[in-house]
């Protein structure tokens, strides 16, 4: 069994940055890969960003280049470092923890507000 616990949502300015925190309880940690999701009131949960094992980074178009994603095995905790942000990035962030055998674990979210 894997837990996930966020931290570091909160309100800035647009234009502002937040660093999110994921972390993860658990020996498989180094072997998964680890996810950001975010949902906005109203809105289906989108995908943001994907770092795997090997530390190969993917990310959404709309948070590319701004956004990044990065972990550290040795705390077994996933960041997501949000810069420039936006009115519309507004929305709860959750961390994702996929084993190596494609068992999803979720964390509780984080809020993120960014305000005009």
């Known amino acids: 069994q894997v837990q996930l616990v966020e931290s570091g949502g909160g309100l800035v300015q647009a234009g502002g940055s937040l660093r999110l925190s994921c972390a993860a309880s658990?020996?498989?940690?180094?072997?998964?890969?680890m996810s950001w999701f975010r949902q906005a009131p109203g809105m289906q949960r989108e995908w943001v960003a994907t770092?795997?094992?090997?530390?190969?980074?993917y990310y959404a178009d709309s948070v590319k280049g701004r956004f990044t994603i990065s972990r550290d095995n040795a705390k077994t905790t996933v960041y997501l470092q949000m810069n420039s942000l936006k009115p519309e990035d507004t929305a709860v962030y959750y961390c994702?923890?996929?084993?190596?055998?494609?068992?999803?674990?979720w964390g509780q979210g984080t809020q993120v507000t960014v305000s005009s």
């Open positions: 994702k923890f996929t084993t190596d055998r494609d068992h999803d674990y």
């Open positions: 770092i795997n094992n090997r530390g190969t980074t």
């Open positions: 658990g020996s498989t940690f180094s072997t998964g890969s």
